[in-house]
């Protein structure tokens, strides 16, 4: 089975719920646990709040796009933005750094989205936006007959 969805919307604050609601809504169909769902919800608000502020500098004129892609035992999300980029991909990987300490970000998204996921590969170039891929796996759950 491979199902898909794309969203795009406006880079604002206040849509970055209606990302996280939209993507668990739409892998709900392949039965993930709670803690599963929990934590690709999280995943999806990190990268889609990055994607505002550090991306666009909360100017409401960009947009974020998202991609998600539905395996028999997988998603795929991919989350992308056309906004500053980032210059150096490994120092923003890094926990607890964060290009706008001013604002008190914890520079902590990242590493969530690296322990909650299974894959995660960024690309970004300065002035060319940043794309984050995500995949996660899941179990099967076996039904036990008696």
């Not at 898909?4 to 739409?26: D, G, Q, T, Y």
């Not at 490994?90 to 909650?116: C, H, V």
């Amino acid at each position: 089975m491979k199902n898909e969805m794309h969203l795009e919307f406006s880079a604002r604050s206040e849509n970055e719920s209606f990302a996280r609601v939209s993507v668990a809504s739409f892998v709900a169909q392949i039965d993930p646990t709670m803690d599963e769902l929990t934590e690709i919800k999280t995943v999806v608000s990190e990268a889609v709040t990055n994607a505002i502020i550090h991306g666009y500098g909360e100017k409401e004129d960009g947009m974020v796009y998202i991609d998600c892609y539905l395996h028999d035992d997988a998603v795929e999300i991919d989350i992308r933005d056309e906004g500053v980029g980032i210059e150096n991909v490994d120092e923003a990987r890094q926990p607890l750094y964060t290009s706008k300490p001013e604002l008190e970000r914890s520079g902590m998204g990242f590493t969530i989205m690296e322990n909650f996921m299974d894959e995660v590969e960024v690309s970004s170039a300065p002035g060319l936006g940043t794309t984050v891929k995500l995949k996660k796996y899941f179990k099967k759950s076996e039904t036990l007959c008696n």
